[in-house]
């Protein structure tokens, strides 16, 4: 069984605060790490598609980093806002015996408040 | 330009029928995957569509079955309902077959089971 895990599960910020989390994934056959945004009554969101080993991306004050030889990424929101407040999911792309499909975590949900 | 969209919004449906979700991908893109999430977890990815044809499937049983149209558009079909079918149900599009590719996401269809 492939596990995507995510932790923390849920995360109270201070706005203004900076903060972190993390996506583990299996080290083995990897291809790719998605993170999605997903605000509340909204569409999950892409932030980023990753694939390499040492990958850092940065999109406004959300940044993340991958190791795919120990099987983690993570992800950094820095001076949290108010909109900042969404579950935050990772996906594993894995390929097994020519089957492919995202494995998705449960999400870390991220309140900030103000 | 349109996103991804799914209807209908909510459905409430008993055990034993059978239901037709839908959804149109965003312009441009010809591959659609569907994901059913429950309460508590990530999504979880039942099958892929592309060129008309299932390329992908994840553990969920027969009573799954979806079919795509000639202009990309997908039905995900479920029969015998049964409880633990309650989810949302969330439709991606895609480019490409290669799925770790960005997945956009529509806002999904609510389905209860009484």
Known sequence: ILNVEQSPQ????QE???????????????????????ETA??????????????????GRISATLNTKEGYSYLYIKGSQPEDSATYLCAFYSVNQGAQKLVFGQGTRLTINP | D????????????TRGQQVTLRCSPKSGHDTVSWYQQALGQ???FIFQYY???????????DRFSGHQFPNYSSELNVNALLLGDS???LCASSVGRVSYNEQFFGPGTRLTVL
């Open chain 1, 42 to 59: 909204k569409s999950p969101e892409a932030l980023f598609v990753m694939t390499l080993n040492g990958d850092e991306k940065k999109k």
């Open chain 1, 10 to 13: 849920s995360l109270h910020v």
């Open chain 1, 16 to 38: 203004g605060d900076s903060t972190n989390f993390t996506c583990s994934f299996p080290s083995s056959n990897f291809y790719a790490l998605h993170w999605y945004r997903w």
């Open chain 2, 51 to 61: 060129e008309e044809e299932e390329r992908q499937r994840g553990n969920f049983p």
């Open chain 2, 42 to 44: 990530g999504p979880q």
């Open chain 2, 2 to 13: 349109a996103g991804v969209t799914q209807s209908p919004t909510h459905l409430i449906k």
């Open chain 2, 87 to 89: 989810a949302l149900y």
